[in-house]
């Protein structure tokens, strides 16, 4: 069966969609079979990829018994890439999600889906939402994008004991596969510093080596729902997302060597 992988942070506009967008793509050019799953009500994944906010073909749907589970999967052009919907995109059918459709259904499902693909990603909304408790209770390890910032490091450890109390409750195989520096400016000393302060601060394995920069490509990539790397100025940055999904693959191998629950925790937990 697939990875199924969180890609989550206590804070919104942080680069997840952007990090599983290319992430996606560039494990897919590896060769994987890859399955993005867009797990924010805005559809922030499904709109970056070029596809409208709202579908009506999707897990929510596929819980409700109107569609099939293959139904869920939209194909990319990209070869071994997929785009899975939730099919939620309204306020009242994360509730129904959970309170009709059940968690279990809804793991079984994204097990199912994961079972037909080496990586399932999952793009979470910002925060502990229940939506995000049922996604990530499905995921066998989490990313964090985190933007070198004061706020953001302070609020960082709400965020981590929710990953621990998800562990606790629902997911207790969940792991930590490192935060992803996201959003770098490197002209601001600041940010650096507060780098340099936390890869000092943590154990190494605590954070992925590769950086994403600030980069106002970015917004042309979104502006055209592609991933950033399809366009070929950019392939710095398209480098840096394949160095990326490189240090993914290593990091989520040695989580699942090192096993479940009996195992010592990661460093962050
Ligand atoms: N490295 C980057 N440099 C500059 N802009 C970026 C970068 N990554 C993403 N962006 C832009 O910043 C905005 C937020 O990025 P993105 O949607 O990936 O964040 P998010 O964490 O998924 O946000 P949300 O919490 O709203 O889902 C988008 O407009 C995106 O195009
Ligand atoms: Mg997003």
């Given at each position: 069966m697939g990875r199924i992988i969180g890609i989550?942070?206590?804070?919104?506009?942080?680069?997840?969609?952007?990090?599983?967008?290319?992430?996606?793509?560039?494990?897919?050019?590896?060769?994987?079979?890859?399955?993005?799953?867009?797990?924010d009500p805005l559809a922030g994944l499904a709109l970056a990829a070029g596809l409208e906010r709202r579908?009506?073909?999707?897990?929510?749907?596929?819980?409700?018994?109107?569609?099939?589970l293959e139904d869920t999967i939209h194909a990319s052009r990209k070869n071994g890439l997929g785009l899975v919907r939730t099919g939620v995109t309204e306020p009242a059918h994360v509730h129904a999600l959970e309170r009709r459709?059940?968690?279990?259904r809804l793991w079984q499902a994204v097990r199912d889906l994961a079972g037909q693909c080496d990586y399932l990603l999952i793009d979470t909304g910002c925060g502990h939402s229940t939506l995000n408790t049922l996604l990530l209770g499905c995921a066998?390890?989490?990313?964090m994008p985190l933007p070198c910032r004061t706020l953001a490091v302070k609020s960082l450890p709400l965020f981590l004991r929710f990953l621990l109390r998800?562990?606790?409750?629902?997911?207790?195989?969940?792991?930590?596969?490192?935060?992803?520096?996201?959003?770098?400016?490197?002209?601001?000393?600041?940010?650096?510093?507060i780098m340099t302060d936390l890869r000092q601060?943590?154990?190494?394995?605590t954070f992925f080596s590769?950086?994403?920069?600030?980069?106002?490509?970015?917004?042309?990539?979104?502006?055209?729902?592609?991933?950033v790397g399809l366009f070929r100025e950019y392939d710095d940055l398209a480098r840096g997302y394949a160095d990326l999904a490189t240090e993914l693959v290593q990091r989520d191998r040695k989580l699942q060597h090192k096993g479940g629950s009996s195992e010592q925790p990661d460093p962050l937990f």
């Open positions: 989550t942070s206590h804070l919104g506009g942080v680069g997840k969609t952007a990090a599983t967008l290319n992430i996606g793509m560039c494990l897919a050019t590896m060769g994987h079979s890859v399955l993005l799953l867009d797990g579908s009506d073909r999707g897990l929510y749907q596929f819980l409700n018994g109107a569609i099939a459709t059940g968690w279990e066998d390890s989490v990313v998800l562990r606790q409750t629902v997911q207790p195989d969940l792991r930590f596969a490192g935060a992803i520096f996201s959003m770098v400016d490197s002209l601001n000393p600041y940010e650096l510093e601060g943590f154990p190494a394995a590769t950086v994403i920069p600030l980069d106002r490509a970015f917004e042309k990539a979104a502006a055209h729902g592609v991933p």
